[in-house]
Protein backbone atom coordinates (compact mmCIF):
# COMPACT_ATOMS: atom_id res chain seq x y z
CA UNK A 1 0.00 0.00 0.00
CA UNK A 2 0.85 3.46 -0.87
CA UNK A 3 -0.93 5.37 1.65
CA UNK A 4 -2.13 8.72 1.22
CA UNK A 5 -0.22 10.65 -1.81
CA UNK A 6 -0.16 13.77 -2.54
CA UNK A 7 1.20 16.14 -5.53
CA UNK A 8 2.29 18.49 -5.88
CA UNK A 9 5.28 18.21 -3.09
CA UNK A 10 6.21 21.74 -4.20
CA UNK A 11 4.06 25.19 -5.44
CA UNK A 12 4.43 28.62 -6.15
CA UNK A 13 1.81 30.26 -7.03
CA UNK A 14 0.67 34.12 -7.89
CA UNK A 15 -1.75 35.90 -6.42
CA UNK A 16 -5.25 35.39 -7.92
CA UNK A 17 -4.19 31.87 -9.43
CA UNK A 18 -6.06 28.49 -9.14
CA UNK A 19 -5.02 25.35 -8.41
CA UNK A 20 -5.68 21.90 -7.13
CA UNK A 21 -4.22 19.29 -4.34
CA UNK A 22 -4.43 16.49 -5.20
CA UNK A 23 -4.76 13.49 -1.67
CA UNK A 24 -5.08 10.18 -2.97
CA UNK A 25 -5.64 6.96 0.02
CA UNK A 26 -5.46 3.27 -1.26
CA UNK A 27 -6.16 2.12 2.27
CA UNK A 28 -9.76 2.36 1.48
CA UNK A 29 -10.68 4.27 4.55
CA UNK A 30 -13.90 6.45 4.34
CA UNK A 31 -12.87 9.76 6.61
CA UNK A 32 -10.57 11.61 4.49
CA UNK A 33 -9.16 15.18 5.81
CA UNK A 34 -7.57 18.63 4.63
CA UNK A 35 -4.85 20.50 7.24
CA UNK A 36 -3.18 23.53 6.64
CA UNK A 37 0.09 23.91 8.95
CA UNK A 38 1.56 27.72 9.22
CA UNK A 39 5.30 28.47 10.83
CA UNK A 40 5.47 27.07 14.21
CA UNK A 41 1.66 26.56 14.29
CA UNK A 42 -0.02 22.85 14.88
CA UNK A 43 -2.45 21.80 11.74
CA UNK A 44 -5.61 23.28 11.35
CA UNK A 45 -8.42 21.46 9.52
CA UNK A 46 -9.90 22.82 6.26
CA UNK A 47 -12.65 20.00 5.07
CA UNK A 48 -13.08 16.79 5.97
CA UNK A 49 -15.06 14.29 3.80
CA UNK A 50 -16.80 11.04 5.40
CA UNK A 51 -17.25 9.61 2.34
CA UNK A 52 -18.03 9.76 -0.92
CA UNK A 53 -20.10 12.83 -1.52
CA UNK A 54 -20.40 14.10 1.10
CA UNK A 55 -18.03 16.82 2.60
CA UNK A 56 -17.66 19.65 5.79
CA UNK A 57 -16.03 22.13 6.59
CA UNK A 58 -13.58 22.25 9.22
CA UNK A 59 -11.93 25.23 11.28
CA UNK A 60 -10.84 27.73 8.55
CA UNK A 61 -13.04 26.75 4.92
CA UNK A 62 -12.77 30.49 4.06
CA UNK A 63 -11.13 30.58 0.46
CA UNK A 64 -10.95 26.33 -0.29
CA UNK A 65 -13.23 23.90 -1.95
CA UNK A 66 -13.60 20.05 -2.09
CA UNK A 67 -15.38 16.98 -3.77
CA UNK A 68 -14.97 13.91 -3.15
CA UNK A 69 -16.67 11.69 -5.58
CA UNK A 70 -14.65 8.39 -5.00
CA UNK A 71 -13.57 6.55 -1.67
CA UNK A 72 -9.95 6.89 -3.19
CA UNK A 73 -9.77 10.57 -3.91
CA UNK A 74 -10.05 14.06 -2.11
CA UNK A 75 -8.95 17.02 -4.04
CA UNK A 76 -8.78 20.41 -2.48
CA UNK A 77 -9.14 23.34 -4.75
CA UNK A 78 -7.70 27.32 -4.22
CA UNK A 79 -9.69 29.37 -6.42
CA UNK A 80 -7.89 32.89 -6.05
CA UNK A 81 -4.55 32.69 -4.18
CA UNK A 82 -3.97 34.93 -1.52
CA UNK A 83 -0.52 35.37 0.44
CA UNK A 84 -2.37 34.31 3.32
CA UNK A 85 -3.02 30.77 1.90
CA UNK A 86 1.05 30.22 1.93
CA UNK A 87 1.39 26.97 4.28
CA UNK A 88 2.04 23.19 3.97
CA UNK A 89 -1.09 21.56 3.31
CA UNK A 90 -1.47 17.61 4.69
CA UNK A 91 -4.05 15.41 3.48
CA UNK A 92 -5.23 12.45 5.79
CA UNK A 93 -7.42 9.36 5.86
CA UNK A 94 -8.68 7.05 8.27
CA UNK A 95 -10.80 4.36 8.89
CA UNK A 96 -13.94 3.40 10.92
CA UNK A 97 -13.44 0.04 12.01
CA UNK A 98 -11.08 -2.11 13.77
CA UNK A 99 -8.46 -1.47 16.55
CA UNK A 100 -6.81 1.04 15.24
CA UNK A 101 -10.08 3.09 13.94
CA UNK A 102 -9.94 6.58 13.76
CA UNK A 103 -6.29 7.11 13.79
CA UNK A 104 -5.12 9.30 11.03
CA UNK A 105 -2.48 8.68 8.28
CA UNK A 106 -0.76 11.80 6.89
CA UNK A 107 0.09 12.23 3.56
CA UNK A 108 3.78 13.56 2.93
CA UNK A 109 2.32 17.38 1.95
CA UNK A 110 2.18 19.80 -0.24
CA UNK A 111 4.45 22.92 0.02
CA UNK A 112 2.70 25.55 -1.38
CA UNK A 113 3.91 29.72 -1.58
CA UNK A 114 1.66 32.76 -2.86
CA UNK A 115 3.65 35.73 -4.34
CA UNK B 1 -14.60 26.86 20.68
CA UNK B 2 -12.26 23.69 21.24
CA UNK B 3 -8.92 24.28 22.82
CA UNK B 4 -6.10 22.31 23.27
CA UNK B 5 -2.87 24.28 25.32
CA UNK B 6 0.67 22.29 24.94
CA UNK B 7 3.50 23.00 27.48
CA UNK B 8 6.06 23.72 27.53
CA UNK B 9 6.49 25.16 24.17
CA UNK B 10 10.01 24.27 23.63
CA UNK B 11 12.51 22.00 25.78
CA UNK B 12 16.26 21.24 25.36
CA UNK B 13 17.42 18.43 27.20
CA UNK B 14 20.31 15.96 27.27
CA UNK B 15 20.59 11.88 26.65
CA UNK B 16 19.33 10.06 28.82
CA UNK B 17 17.29 12.55 30.55
CA UNK B 18 13.13 11.76 31.14
CA UNK B 19 10.54 14.72 29.81
CA UNK B 20 7.52 14.89 30.58
CA UNK B 21 5.29 16.97 27.91
CA UNK B 22 1.84 17.90 29.00
CA UNK B 23 -1.71 18.45 27.18
CA UNK B 24 -4.73 20.02 28.57
CA UNK B 25 -7.89 20.39 26.45
CA UNK B 26 -11.63 21.13 25.86
CA UNK B 27 -13.33 20.53 22.69
CA UNK B 28 -17.11 19.30 22.51
CA UNK B 29 -18.26 15.76 21.88
CA UNK B 30 -14.95 14.30 22.90
CA UNK B 31 -13.95 10.95 21.80
CA UNK B 32 -10.19 10.41 21.78
CA UNK B 33 -6.54 12.11 22.57
CA UNK B 34 -4.14 11.53 20.01
CA UNK B 35 -0.23 12.28 20.61
CA UNK B 36 1.75 12.44 16.93
CA UNK B 37 5.46 13.33 16.03
CA UNK B 38 6.45 15.29 14.00
CA UNK B 39 9.96 15.48 12.42
CA UNK B 40 10.27 18.38 9.66
CA UNK B 41 7.72 16.08 7.77
CA UNK B 42 3.95 14.63 7.84
CA UNK B 43 2.79 13.77 11.79
CA UNK B 44 3.14 10.43 12.58
CA UNK B 45 0.88 8.49 14.81
CA UNK B 46 2.44 7.53 18.79
CA UNK B 47 -0.70 6.54 20.73
CA UNK B 48 -4.49 6.89 20.88
CA UNK B 49 -5.92 7.02 24.11
CA UNK B 50 -9.40 6.89 24.99
CA UNK B 51 -9.83 5.38 28.36
CA UNK B 52 -8.81 7.95 31.79
CA UNK B 53 -5.69 5.96 33.46
CA UNK B 54 -4.71 3.21 30.98
CA UNK B 55 -1.33 4.29 30.21
CA UNK B 56 -0.43 2.93 26.75
CA UNK B 57 3.44 2.39 26.59
CA UNK B 58 5.67 1.69 23.16
CA UNK B 59 9.10 1.71 23.75
CA UNK B 60 10.40 3.85 26.18
CA UNK B 61 7.48 6.15 25.68
CA UNK B 62 4.35 6.04 27.41
CA UNK B 63 0.82 8.03 27.69
CA UNK B 64 -1.82 8.64 30.07
CA UNK B 65 -5.38 10.51 30.23
CA UNK B 66 -7.03 12.07 32.19
CA UNK B 67 -10.70 12.56 30.73
CA UNK B 68 -12.12 14.32 34.63
CA UNK B 69 -9.20 17.21 34.35
CA UNK B 70 -9.01 17.17 30.55
CA UNK B 71 -5.86 16.17 30.67
CA UNK B 72 -2.93 14.12 29.33
CA UNK B 73 0.89 13.74 29.45
CA UNK B 74 3.20 11.98 27.03
CA UNK B 75 6.53 10.54 28.86
CA UNK B 76 9.78 10.23 27.32
CA UNK B 77 12.46 8.30 29.39
CA UNK B 78 16.22 7.62 28.49
CA UNK B 79 16.19 10.41 25.70
CA UNK B 80 17.95 9.94 22.38
CA UNK B 81 18.87 12.47 19.98
CA UNK B 82 16.31 10.42 17.28
CA UNK B 83 13.45 11.44 19.71
CA UNK B 84 14.37 14.99 18.46
CA UNK B 85 11.24 16.78 17.16
CA UNK B 86 7.47 18.56 17.28
CA UNK B 87 4.99 16.76 19.14
CA UNK B 88 1.42 17.14 18.88
CA UNK B 89 -1.46 16.42 20.52
CA UNK B 90 -4.96 16.37 19.43
CA UNK B 91 -8.43 15.38 20.85
CA UNK B 92 -10.95 13.87 18.53
CA UNK B 93 -14.34 14.66 18.55
CA UNK B 94 -17.65 15.11 17.02
CA UNK B 95 -18.70 13.47 14.05
CA UNK B 96 -16.54 12.90 11.65
CA UNK B 97 -13.64 12.56 14.22
CA UNK B 98 -12.13 16.04 13.67
CA UNK B 99 -8.76 16.67 14.83
CA UNK B 100 -7.77 19.88 16.86
CA UNK B 101 -3.94 20.11 17.35
CA UNK B 102 -2.22 22.07 19.96
CA UNK B 103 1.01 23.72 18.64
CA UNK B 104 2.66 21.65 20.11
CA UNK B 105 5.96 20.99 22.21
CA UNK B 106 9.20 21.63 20.18
CA UNK B 107 11.83 18.59 22.13
CA UNK B 108 15.55 18.95 21.32
CA UNK B 109 17.76 16.21 22.81
CA UNK B 110 21.64 17.07 22.60
CA UNK B 111 24.50 15.17 23.27
Known amino acids: NAGVTQTPKFRILKIGQSMTLQCTQDMNHNYMYWYRQDPGMGLKLIYYSVGAGITDKGEVPNGYNVSRSTTEDFPLRLELAAPSQTSVYFC??????????????FGPGTRLTVT | EDKVVQSPLSLVVHEGDTVTLNCSYEVTNFRSLLWYKQEKKAPTFLFMLTSSGIEKKSGRLSSILDKKELFSILNITATQTGDSAIYLCAPSAGGGNKLTFGTGTQLKVEL
Open chain 1, 92 to 105: ASSDTSGSRSYEQY
